[in-house]
């Protein structure tokens, strides 16, 4: 399980971290998205922010299921964006949605003990 893991969060980064530069560097097709979307660009920036910042936590001891929590919450709303106003397919966010809840799967243990410390 632990080479599961690493393998699910080192995809998860990648892909976040992939998603969140191009979001904070102004690619076209970004722009157009979050135009699209009709929130405002600033809503793009803090996206880009948290998919850049969150894959952090995966590698925490202690913090993976907070990491994935924080990106599945993304993967949430852009689920939504597609379906009820973008329109193409919302499978890649599906996806990555349901890696994070596999990583929080495999770190359950952390949610007995949400902030690491031993019981008294």
């Given at each position: 399980?632990?080479?599961?893991?690493?393998?699910?969060?080192?995809l998860?980064t990648?892909?976040?971290?992939?998603a969140?530069?191009?979001?904070l560097a102004?690619?076209e097709?970004?722009?157009?998205?979050?135009?699209?979307?009709?929130v405002?660009?600033?809503?793009?920036?803090?996206?880009?922010?948290?998919e850049?910042?969150?894959p952090?936590?995966?590698w925490l001891?202690g913090?993976?299921?907070a990491?994935a929590?924080v990106?599945?919450?993304?993967?949430?709303?852009?689920?939504?964006?597609?379906?009820?106003?973008?329109?193409?397919?919302?499978?890649?966010a599906?996806?990555?949605?349901l890696i994070?809840?596999?990583?929080?799967?495999?770190h359950?243990?952390q949610?007995?003990d949400?902030?690491?410390k031993?019981?008294?």
């Open positions: 399980m632990k080479y599961l893991s690493l393998a699910l969060r080192g998860l990648l892909a976040f971290v992939a969140g530069l191009a979001k102004g690619v097709m970004m722009v157009g998205t979050f135009d699209a979307i009709g405002g660009q600033w809503f793009r920036y803090v996206t880009g922010a948290i850049v910042a969150a952090i936590l995966l001891p913090k993976q299921v990491g929590v990106l599945g919450a993304t993967m949430v709303g852009a689920v939504l964006a597609h379906l009820l106003i973008l329109g193409p397919s919302a499978v890649p599906v996806i990555l949605g994070c809840v596999a990583v929080i799967y495999l359950r243990a949610l007995k949400p902030l690491g031993a019981a008294a």
